[in-house]
């Protein structure tokens, strides 16, 4: 961590100015790089600032984080990148900061308490396997595969490929090494298994459903927050990692079938599916995707009932009403982003995760998967390619564009219209006074 540290123009001393700054900064990393949102980050930390007698500002890139002393040259500079998204870590940080900004928690117990709630274990790996296979699972019944053969054989991939991603997170920092591994299992058990499944639809759902389990939903939704709050370099950043990281699985679910030789199957309409199993589906995905952003068991409960309900609506827009797949998710988000808004501000929670886990379901990454395809097709049939073939390109890739765009505007901007009614945080109730005081006389 850098530090540049000239005459502050605040009412503790340097070296107490130092500290704080010190404690202020690590607070903001430690939210930033956990899956904090950024303007929650920001308006968190700049509380604390406040409440510990140093008012300051701070400066978020992707790669680090500026936290600056107003109206001086002060500033402290940690290197740091959002690419993690740990609730249960957020969580532990947001209430060591409370209690700093409620003056229960003396200043030079802070770094420990803070270094500590960055490092709590992430779920089991018995844990994180099991619901990585039901997230594809659930994700598989969605899109229509209700046979029971080509359930197991998604839940045996996507486990297998969970387990892969955690031996991978212990031995290599790369983010882009575990989504490519596991998209890459998922190729070749599909490409194993096509001799025995009849319908290439089937084969399509044994390979895509286990990758969508891996599409960083989280990382666009920051990405597409930052943009629409003007923080333009911050929100592209999120939104190139996380499009690199679905090239990373394209590119790995590929290279699986053609270490096999197989054909990238085309998957075509999915099949309808009864409203009591879809919505039952899509509460298993929000779980499972909670789990996989190691939310705790007691606040699974309320995203999955969030879920639940957001898909009913979307079920009966599809189903009953005859509206488009775009429509029926721009209208399911903005439910579920009214309902969750409010207990996430409470809770201080990350909304991106939370909102993610939610609509987990709605995501179009079998679209995705499909234009992925098409494309392949297209380039080995080049100019023998038919008509047919750049229609289906065309209609799957502005079918996933407009999915991801309408859910995006459903949950942001109910989400920025109720910050207008409601805090973003609640004051602080510690005072400045107690703190300067306890740095001047050397007390905790």
């Not at 940690?78 to 409370?98: C, H, Q, Y």
């Not at 396997?129 to 899109?143: D, N």
């Amino acid at each position: 961590m850098a530090v540049v540290l000239r005459t502050p123009r605040t009412n503790l001393e340097a070296p107490a100015c130092e500290a704080v700054l010190g404690i202020v900064a690590l607070a903001a990393a430690l939210l930033f790089a956990h899956g904090q949102t950024t303007e929650r980050t920001v308006v968190t930390v700049e509380r604390l600032g406040r409440a510990l007698g140093v008012p300051v500002r701070v400066l978020p890139d992707w790669d680090k984080l500026t936290v600056e002393v107003e109206g001086t040259c002060s500033s402290q500079t940690a290197a740091t990148k959002p690419l993690a998204v740990d609730m249960s870590r957020v969580m532990a940080i947001t209430m060591v900061v409370e209690r700093l900004c409620d003056g229960t928690l003396g200043i030079r117990e802070a770094r420990p308490a803070l270094l500590l709630a960055g490092k709590l274990p992430p779920v089991s790996a018995l844990r994180f396997t099991s619901f990585a296979a039901l997230g594809a699972v659930s994700l598989g019944v969605i899109f229509g595969a209700l046979d029971f053969a080509s359930l197991m054989l998604i839940a045996g991939s996507a486990a297998l490929g969970a387990l892969v991603r955690r031996w991978l997170s212990a031995v290599s920092s790369n983010p882009f090494i575990q989504p490519l591994c596991a998209a890459l299992i998922a190729g070749i058990v599909a490409a194993v298994s096509a001799s025995n499944l009849h319908q290439r639809t089937a084969t399509a759902l044994v390979a895509f459903c286990p990758c969508m389990v891996l599409v960083p939903g989280s990382h666009l939704l920051n990405g597409a927050i930052d943009l629409i709050r003007t923080r333009i370099a911050l929100g592209l950043a999120r939104l190139a990692y996380a499009g690199v990281v679905v090239v990373m699985i394209c590119f790995g679910l590929l290279l699986g079938f053609i270490a096999l030789g197989v054909a990238l199957p085309v998957a075509g309409p999915s099949a309808p599916v009864p409203f009591l199993a879809d919505v039952i589906a899509a509460g298993c995905a929000v779980a499972s995707f909670g789990t996989l952003f190691s939310m705790p068991w007691r606040m699974l409960p309320f995203p999955i009932a969030a879920g639940m309900l957001g898909h009913a609506a979307r079920w009966a827009l599809v189903s009953l009403a005859g509206a488009n797949v775009a429509t029926g998710s721009l209208v399911a988000c903005t439910m579920v982003s009214i309902i969750v808004t409010p207990v996430i501000d409470r809770r201080h929670l990350p909304f991106a995760a939370v909102g993610f886990s939610a609509v987990v379901s709605m995501m179009p990454g079998f679209f995705l998967f499909e234009a992925a395809s098409d494309v392949v097709e297209l380039v080995s049939m080049g100019p023998r390619a038919p008509i047919v073939l750049l229609t289906n390109l065309a209609a799957n890739g502005a079918t996933a564009f407009l999915v991801v765009l309408a859910m995006t505007f459903g949950l942001i901007l109910p989400r920025m219209l109720l910050e207008h009614t409601l805090p973003l945080l609640p004051e602080g109730r510690a005072s400045i006074t107690p703190v300067a005081t306890s740095f001047e006389n050397g007390s905790d």
